[in-house]
């Protein structure tokens, strides 16, 4: 028992399976049948355990505050005053506008099967959430044990929020907004969906327990034959990622190195900010930072544990990991800059803490926590060279780090997934779904292999987003133009894009 509480773990960030239960399943049975009927629903359709519903339910409340406004409080104090509210109206208008794709089409692309591509993106069959009612259910991560997917729905939802919302602090104080609103409309649509699907989408446990519960009872020849066609295609049922054994618990592939890479590129592209390297371009309010630092940490609880999709053993581990790895980046990346720069900064430890929590997400519900904390002081110190040193070396203008942070860190956590995992080291372990038929179990475990899969995972990453996301790009700039003109700029964003200030005094 204690084994299956601690493998209680999701395969990814966020994550997912799509386990329909016909809601006929539920309905009374007839009378000659009902002595076996009760027992048999029961097996049939599991009902959603109202603590782990108001569990999830939570989590996608504090997802939600670090977009809104976590993450716009943070970004938002980081530029100059001229530039806060237009930093302001970019996330809040992203999470709008992302919010209703997703029910329009983003959920089905996402966490639907979409046959002959389903390896790389789902279909349309829950366009405008066709077919979902407050009855419909979706797979957690244990056998027989499911949540109502309009919750499951929402908190996936609040993680196509956010990715979007990050990269936009790597071109701060420089994009048309109207530019911002097409790029994000299509990243979306051509980069999120489709990666979400690559990482998180599969058939669910029950669906994989049931099949190898077929395969094990078979008897002769061609019965088995049959029984592991049946089981190979359920293992197919999923995203090209999860089928190669991919570990992302939380988002480290999905969220932060897909808008890390993306927020890159787009710096890239739209070259510096007018005075970049030559006049000082300070934080405007690290007041404000700091208290979106704040609420991003409180909202990232939502985020990893919540990825659990259960109230159990596992939600707790991701949450303590979640803790103790913030804890450590950011007391890592304020005495590496205090040894290398004198003075320990407020905005040096706020970047080292978002540095842990991106670093642990991949690792939230796979890593033990002493491997967490290790996790957490190597990123702060990574990440710090990232953002000062090799970032001063090459010269480009992430305004406000996207990629140093996001994108950097995602990319140490998605690695270290593969070896923190290791039970060995106090991770739980791979999780095993048909050795057992009908329950979790720990899996075969090589090192070499699975950093191999995670190397592969973020290779892929790395290259749809980025090489999608500079074709984006370019089709926006050659369409309606990416930068504002220099005089905008020089006035600032708040005025010339939107006509208001945020301070009036």
């Known amino acids: 028992m204690k084994v299956r509480n601690a493998l209680m773990l999701g395969l990814g960030g966020a994550a997912l399976a799509v ?60 530029v100059r005053t001229k530039n806060m509210l237009s930093v302001l109206t970019q996330v809040f208008a992203i999470v709008s506008i992302v919010g209703l794709l997703w029910v329009f089409y983003g959920y089905s692309l996402a966490f639907t099967n979409g046959g002959g591509i389903n390896d790389f993106v789902g279909g349309l069959s829950k366009a405008f959430l066709k077919g979902i009612d407050a009855n419909s259910t979706v797979a957690t991560f244990s056998n027989g044990v499911v949540i109502p997917e309009y919750v499951y729905l929402c908190f996936q939802m609040t993680f196509a ?16 907004f109207s530019a911002l609103v097409v790029f994000t409309i299509l990243w979306v649509t051509v980069i999120y969906f489709p990666m979400a699907h690559m990482v998180w989408y599969w058939a669910g446990p029950d669906a994989v327990g049931n099949a190898a519960k077929a395969l094990a009872a078979a008897t002769d020849d061609a019965s088995k034959a049959t029984a592991q066609a049946a089981l190979d295609a359920v293992n197919k049922d999923a995203g090209f990622l999860f089928q190669k054994g991919a570990l992302d618990f939380a988002g480290g592939t999905v969220v932060h190195i897909n808008a890390g890479i993306a927020g890159f ?66 007391v890592a990346w304020l005495f590496a800059e205090w040894a290398l720069k004198g003075k320990p900064s407020l905005l040096g430890m706020l970047s080292g803490a978002v540095a842990g929590l991106v670093a642990v997400t991949p690792a939230s519900g796979f890593a033990g926590p002493m491997g967490s904390i290790v996790l957490g002081l190597v990123a702060g110190v990574v990440c710090f060279v990232m953002c000062s040193t090799v970032k001063n070396a090459l010269g480009y203008d992430d305004s406000l780090d996207v990629f140093g942070v996001h994108c950097i860190g ?34 075969a475990y090589d090192m070499v292999s699975q950093l191999i899969i995670q ?23 050659l369409t309606i133009g990416l930068r504002v003109t220099q005089e905008e700029e020089r006035e600032g964003l708040d005025i010339a894009d939107h006509g208001e200030r945020a301070y009036n005094y």
């Open 19 to 78: 386990l329909l239960i016909e809601p006929s399943l539920a309905q009374t049975p007839a009378p000659e049948a009902a002595s076996a009927a009760p027992a048999a629903a029961a097996a049939a359709a599991p009902l959603p355990n109202k603590g782990d519903t108001a569990w999830m339910m939570i989590s996608s409340a504090l997802v939600l505050m670090m977009s809104v406004p976590g993450l716009a409080l943070f970004y938002g104090g980081l």
């Open 161 to 176: 929020m956010i990715t979007p919302a990050l990269i936009v602090g790597a071109f701060a104080e420089r994009m048309k």
């Open 265 to 330: 590129v787009g710096c890239l592209i739209m070259g510096k900010r007018i005075g970049y390297g030559r006049d000082l371009l300070a934080p405007h309010s690290l007041t404000m930072t700091m208290i979106g630092a704040s609420l991003l940490w409180v909202g990232w609880f939502g985020f990893n544990a919540g990825s659990n999709l259960e109230s159990n053993g596992t939600a707790a581990l991701a949450m303590l990991n979640t803790f103790v790895a913030t804890c450590g980046a950011a």
């Open 410 to 443: 995602g990319i140490l956590g998605a690695l270290a997934t593969g070896i923190l995992v290791d039970p060995n080291l106090g991770g739980v372990g791979i999780p095993d779904y048909t050795s057992k038929p009908g329950e979790l179990a720990v899996g």
């Open 455 to 477: 190397a592969e995972a973020v290779g892929l990453t790395l290259l749809w987003s980025g090489i999608g996301s500079a074709i984006l790009y370019k089709l926006v700039d």
